[in-house]
Nanobody, 121 residues
Framework: QVQLVESGGGLVQAGGSLRLSCAAS????????MGWYRQAPGKQRELVAE???????TYADSVKGRFTISRDNAKNTVYLQMNSLKPEDTAVYYC???????????????WGQGTQVTVSS
């Protein structure tokens, strides 16, 4: 079993900052890409940022220059530093990891339970 657990969400005023964390645990052989997605009410889930095992990153245009994704491979943890937050960033943020579990031959997508981020104007 593999679990991803997010933390760090909350309520913040526009212009403020939050840092999300997501720790993977369980029967892990290796982790490839890790990423953050978000889903606002009435909208589809969208990619916010992704980081490969080697450190290369991808960002949604809407968060470039404001959000930074990073990871600590020793801790199986991915972070999302969110600065200059806007009300339109309000959503449930989900962590995803492409994880190869022990005794398996390929990686699969695992998702966290989500953490609410609310930005007030």
């Amino acid at each position: 079993q593999v679990q991803l657990v997010e933390s760090g969400g909350g309520l913040v005023q526009a212009g403020g900052s939050l840092r999300l964390s997501c720790a993977a645990s369980g029967s892990i052989f290796s982790i490839n890409a890790m990423g953050w997605y978000r889903q606002a009410p009435g909208k589809q889930r969208e990619l916010v940022a992704e980081i490969a095992s080697g450190g290369s990153t991808t960002y949604a245009d809407s968060v470039k220059g404001r959000f930074t994704i990073s990871r600590d491979n020793a801790k199986n943890t991915v972070y999302l530093q969110m600065n200059s937050l806007k009300p339109e960033d309000t959503a449930v943020y989900y962590c995803k990891g492409v994880v190869r579990a022990l005794y398996t031959l390929r990686g699969n997508d695992y998702w966290g339970q989500g953490t609410q981020v609310t930005v007030s104007s």
